[in-house]
């Protein structure tokens, strides 16, 4: 790379890491970001194009990082929501969002109300509350098919304050009174919208009646997912939750490359057709955080060998909220900074290359063909997932550079002792979440098709 081209990208990724200063500093729940690396951004066009996507989807992740943390209180469990039927199984294809929505999260087709409407929602393990977008909402972005309209469905109800659901959503208000339906204001990224709940048939394969959910009616920005998001966390108003009698609290997914442009992933809804022989980790509870996959990482190997990380940077305080989980929201690994140090330290070890300096929001960029060691997250079980080379670095189109795929978390506050195993290093993967059972699950899998 000549020195001219190095000092245009540094010039480029100045100006972007500087919004993800102005993203760490904002008060949100979740972070997410409209911008993407799509296969468009990624192939067939120039390396500062690349750099300006890979920094705009680095400070996503950054402030998806350091906010994740500060999910909604937890509220009574719900009683009437779900179907009564014995757990049992489905399967829900799912495609990355990037080229049909423009969003970072994996999205799956949902059918809302009756007869029934089609969204195209995102899914959302960190999140708890499903909200969509409803007709006549001021300021939602443009979608590629209509937004849900409450009118046009027999069975839409809304929800009255003083109803259980109403306390379980964060900030409720019911400024119309006890009778009035109860509204919500919500943070999402960029974004603040406010909601009306209420509850409807949703169906993403079976029919789940009388769903609670969020119709949103006013949004402010532009980061809000433009169908809608359905939450897969462990909160009282999930997905897992309102369906536990139907699914028995347990799904699991495949998730495909973020070049894919197929329904080529899975969702799997229920125990039935989970994988029998899974190497899975002890899921553990934060009550101060409950709606976050928390799992005890005792250690990381580069190439097959142990990379020295203080014990304290990786081990789990319900407390502090400190440790390791899962998450498909974010795109690229965030790990506390002492972990990250000592796993890129042992990358650039094994690589044996000149570093090609920041690029992207990434610190360990190659210019030269090189040799990608493997990565490996050891957890308590023992349980070993080693990552190829396609979880590890992230390629330009022409493979000419190559940079480590993940970053160092937030540097201040709480949050920055937070490690987020990404959707990145997922791929390719089957992760399962057996809530019943207290195990998170991983085991290879080709998702792509």
Same mark, same amino acid.
């Given at each position: 790379?000549?020195?001219?081209?190095?000092?245009?990208?540094?010039?480029?990724?100045?100006?972007?890491?500087?919004?993800?200063?102005?993203?760490?500093?904002?008060?949100?729940?979740?972070?997410?970001?409209?911008?993407?690396?799509?296969?468009?951004?990624?192939?067939?066009?120039?390396?500062?194009?690349?750099?300006?996507?890979?920094?705009?989807?680095?400070?996503?992740?950054?402030?998806?990082?350091?906010?994740?943390?500060?999910?909604?209180?937890?509220?009574?469990?719900?009683?009437?929501?779900?179907?009564?039927?014995?757990?049992?199984?489905?399967?829900?294809?799912?495609?990355?969002?990037?080229?049909?929505?423009?969003?970072?999260?994996?999205?799956?087709?949902?059918?809302?109300?009756?007869?029934?409407?089609?969204?195209?929602?995102?899914?959302?393990?960190?999140?708890?509350?499903?909200?969509?977008?409803?007709?006549?909402?001021?300021?939602?972005?443009?979608?590629?098919?209509?937004?849900?309209?409450?009118?046009?469905?027999?069975?839409?109800?809304?929800?009255?304050?003083?109803?259980?659901?109403?306390?379980?959503?964060?900030?409720?208000?019911?400024?119309?009174?006890?009778?009035?339906?109860?509204?919500?204001?919500?943070?999402?990224?960029?974004?603040?919208?406010?909601?009306?709940?209420?509850?409807?048939?949703?169906?993403?394969?079976?029919?789940?009646?009388?769903?609670?959910?969020?119709?949103?009616?006013?949004?402010?920005?532009?980061?809000?997912?433009?169908?809608?998001?359905?939450?897969?966390?462990?909160?009282?108003?999930?997905?897992?939750?309102?369906?536990?009698?139907?699914?028995?609290?347990? %799904?699991?997914?495949?998730? +495909?490359?973020?070049?894919?442009?197929?329904?080529?992933?899975?969702?799997?809804?229920?125990?039935?057709?989970?994988?029998?022989?899974?190497?899975?980790?002890?899921?553990?509870?934060?009550?101060?955080?409950?709606?976050?996959?928390?799992?005890?990482?005792?250690?990381?190997?580069?190439?097959?060998?142990?990379?020295?990380?203080?014990?304290?940077?990786?081990?789990?305080?319900?407390?502090?909220?400190?440790?390791?989980?899962?998450?498909?929201?974010?795109?690229?690994?965030?790990?506390?900074?002492?972990?990250?140090?000592?796993?890129?330290?042992?990358?650039?070890?094994?690589?044996?290359? +000149?570093?090609?300096?920041?690029?992207?929001?990434?610190?360990?960029?190659?210019?030269?063909?090189?040799?990608?060691?493997?990565?490996?997250?050891?957890?308590?079980?023992?349980?070993?997932?080693?990552?190829?080379?396609?979880?590890?670095?992230?390629?330009?189109?022409?493979?000419?550079?190559?940079?480590?795929?993940?970053?160092?978390?937030?540097?201040?506050?709480?949050?920055?002792?937070?490690?987020?195993?990404?959707?990145?290093?997922?791929?390719?993967?089957?992760?399962?979440?057996?809530?019943?059972?207290?195990?998170?699950? %991983?085991?290879?899998?080709?998702?792509?098709?």
């Amino acid at each position: 790379m000549s020195p001219l081209r190095l000092s245009a990208f540094v010039v480029l990724l100045s100006s972007l890491l500087a919004l993800s200063t102005a993203m760490h500093s904002s008060t949100l729940l979740l972070a997410r970001s409209p911008h993407s690396v799509s296969p468009s951004a990624v192939a067939g066009t120039p390396v500062t194009a690349w750099a300006a996507t890979l920094a705009e989807q680095s400070a996503s992740d950054a402030a998806r990082a350091a906010t994740l943390a500060a999910g909604p209180r937890p509220g009574p469990p719900i009683t009437d929501a779900a179907a009564n039927k014995g757990p049992h199984r489905s399967f829900v294809p799912i495609a990355p969002g990037r080229q049909l929505l423009s969003i970072p999260s994996y999205v799956a087709r949902a059918r809302l109300g009756t007869p029934a409407q089609a969204l195209l929602v995102a899914i959302d393990p960190s999140n708890d509350a499903a909200w969509v977008p409803c007709a006549a909402c001021a300021g939602c972005a443009p979608a590629p098919a209509p937004s849900f309209d409450p009118t046009r469905s027999s069975t839409y109800r809304p929800v009255r304050c003083g109803a259980p659901q109403c306390s379980q959503v964060p900030t409720p208000s019911c400024p119309r009174g006890a009778g009035a339906s109860c509204a919500f204001n919500l943070s999402y990224a960029a974004s603040t919208f406010q909601a009306l709940l209420g509850q409807d048939a949703l169906a993403l394969d079976d029919v789940v009646t009388a769903y609670t959910f969020g119709c949103l009616h006013v949004v402010s920005g532009n980061s809000v997912p433009p169908q809608g998001l359905v939450g897969f966390g462990r909160g009282p108003l999930s997905f897992l939750s309102q369906t536990k009698d139907v699914y028995g609290s347990v %799904f699991s997914y495949c998730l +495909p490359s973020y070049k894919s442009s197929n329904f080529s992933g899975t969702l799997r809804l229920g125990p039935a057709g989970q994988p029998k022989r899974i190497k899975t980790t002890p899921l553990l509870s934060n009550p101060h955080r409950p709606s976050l996959y928390y799992v005890n990482m005792v250690g990381i190997r580069v190439g097959g060998k142990p990379v020295p990380v203080p014990a304290s940077a990786l081990a789990f305080d319900p407390t502090s909220g400190r440790g390791t989980i899962v998450d498909a929201g974010t795109m690229f690994t965030r790990l506390s900074a002492p972990v990250y140090a000592a796993v890129r330290d042992a990358f650039r070890r094994r690589v044996r290359a +000149p570093v090609a300096g920041p690029l992207g929001g990434f610190d360990t960029c190659y210019n030269v063909t090189v040799s990608v060691p493997t990565v490996t997250f050891v957890f308590d079980g023992p349980v070993s997932v080693t990552l190829p080379e396609e979880n590890v670095v992230i390629r330009s189109s022409s493979g000419g550079i190559a940079c480590l795929a993940m970053a160092a978390g937030p540097p201040d506050g709480v949050d920055a002792a937070l490690n987020v195993l990404a959707s990145m290093q997922q791929q390719n993967h089957r992760v399962l979440f057996d809530v019943a059972n207290g195990r998170v699950g %991983f085991s290879r899998e080709l998702c792509t098709a």
